[in-house]
């Protein structure tokens, strides 16, 4: 039996009728920029997220870099976040001209690690960035503590965890930022690429608006340089209509993964994920540790079970961010996880006899 990382056309075929007509609205009107369903996607994620206002924007890479334009983070700052993640958080950073901090992640999460991070603060430290990986959020509250004490900006990378809670915040409500993706993968996913910036600040997000369209407002009236960061109509459009169903998928994601932590309950040495108390993951990812992870992925792949390794470098390693001056060992538990880390299905369309199929090959491999 073949079982596919993600099958996009599994989902696709459910909502195909109430897609195309959304499409085909716009494509009548042709009203590519900026037109009603920017807006209306924009109420409706600061709604679902427990926000003041949503600024849609081009991705998730852009949600983070307008984010982090318009709060003025640039040359000679340092922000703080975790070397486990997307390469885009780290990205973001440096091209306004910071300083990426990184600070090592807790091994049960895979999520930064709060209780490592005020040592990393400096003089020169504007923000911290925690990442909310594979559907959780990072532990938030005794971050905001740190950031309350040393008068940091928070921003959210919650591009894996629209809908997901923290002591009952939704992700992107917490910090002074949120930052969501839409690329096709992630568990509201657009017809192409996309994002949102999300916050409880009206002036910050008008800001934002002005950053997205190259810091204008009346347009032609340039305020600031800021760039061309728009999200498309036609990609609001395809998102109003799967926002409608996405708490019926992350419901599905979890039930997924109760019956994945069930299944493989009881086989040493793979561990399951672990969700913190007080949280609710929207579980993006499902992500086991298992030492023999390659050969174990290698025998899944000969099955026809897809697998993926999130991510096989930590972001301190990484060739472009040599100069930073970190090596191999200064983040232990990350660079472990690199080598441990593999996600396995968890898509809202799986069926039963799929999650057997992948959890009785893992048994197998190990047997
Ligand atoms: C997907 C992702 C991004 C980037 O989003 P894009 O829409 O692909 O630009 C940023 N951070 C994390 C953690 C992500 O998973």
């Not at 984010?67 to 780290?90: C, H, K, N, Q, S």
Request: net charge negative; charged share 20%; aromatic share 8%.
């Amino acid at each position: 039996m073949q079982v596919p990382l993600l099958d996009l056309k599994a989902q696709y075929a459910t909502i195909k009728d109430e897609i195309a007509p959304a499409v085909q609205a716009v494509l009548d009107s042709q009203y590519f920029i900026n037109g009603p369903e920017v807006k209306q996607l924009e109420a409706a994620i600061a709604d679902y997220s427990q926000c003041k206002a949503a600024v849609g924007v081009s991705s998730g890479t852009d949600a983070l870099l307008a984010g982090l334009m318009t709060l003025g983070v640039g040359a000679g700052d340092e922000v703080i976040t975790t070397p486990f993640t997307f390469f885009a958080t780290a990205g973001a950073i440096w091209r306004v001209g910071a300083r990426c901090v990184f600070v090592d992640i807790q091994p049960e999460t895979f999520n930064i690690d709060p209780a490592q991070v005020e040592a990393a603060v400096t003089e020169k430290t504007k923000a911290i960035m925690p990442v909310h990986l594979f559907g959780q959020t990072a532990d938030m509250d005794p971050m905001l503590a740190i950031a309350a004490r040393h008068d940091l900006f928070v921003v959210e990378d919650a591009a894996q965890a629209i809908g997901a809670t923290y002591r009952g915040r939704r992700a992107g409500s917490i910090g002074a930022i949120g930052c969501f993706s839409f690329y096709p993968s992630k568990n509201l996913g657009g017809l192409g690429d996309g994002g949102m910036i999300t916050t409880q600040d009206e002036e910050l997000a008008a800001r934002l608006r002005q950053c997205r369209s190259h810091g204008s407002g009346p347009k032609y009236f340039h305020h600031w340089v800021g760039g061309n960061f728009r999200l498309d109509t036609i990609q609001a459009a395809g998102l109003l209509v799967k926002l409608r169903h996405l708490d019926g998928w992350s419901a599905k994601r979890r039930a997924n993964a109760a019956r994945y932590d069930e299944l493989l309950a009881d086989c040493p040495p793979v561990v399951t994920p672990t969700v913190s108390e007080g949280n609710v993951s929207i579980f993006n990812q499902y992500v086991i540790r298992v030492p023999r992870r390659d050969a174990l992925q290698a025998f899944l792949t000969d099955r026809g079970i897809g697998t993926v390794v999130y991510y096989p470098l930590s972001l301190h390693q990484q060739e472009c961010f040599k100069d930073l001056g970190y090596k191999t060992g200064d983040f232990p538990v990350s660079e472990k996880a690199a080598t441990e880390a593999l996600a396995l299905p968890i898509y809202p369309e799986l069926t039963d006899e799929q999650i057997v199929t992948v959890a009785e090959s893992i048994k197998e491999f190990l047997s």
